[in-house]
């Protein structure tokens, strides 16, 4: 709404190890998301449309 902004980091990373990632209890609910599961996900408007536009949706499996 007025007033606000959204920050959004997108990382490209490759796991090296078998360590699996946890995310400390300030990050609940960070995820790890293909470019299917991002069509079921409450995005702001038009953020599906950016990342495509840019090639973030090109880099997830």
């Known amino acids: 709404g007025p007033g606000y902004h ?3 980091l ?3 990373v ?5 360590i699996e990632p946890v995310p400390g ?3 609940a609910d960070a995820g ?3 470019a299917a ?5 409450p995005l702001v408007a038009g953020m599906f449309e ?3 536009e ?5 880099q997830l499996s």
């Not at 490759?14 to 078998?18: I, M, P, Q, S, Y």
């Not at 840019?54 to 090109?58: C, E, I, K």
């Open 50 to 52: 950016f990342m495509a």
């Open 32 to 34: 790890w998301f293909s």
């Open 54 to 58: 840019h090639g973030v949706l090109d």
């Open 14 to 18: 490759e796991v090296v190890g078998t």
């Open 6 to 8: 959204f920050v959004i």
């Open 25 to 27: 209890d300030d990050a």
């Open 10 to 12: 997108d990382f490209d």
């Open 37 to 41: 599961d991002l069509t079921n996900l």
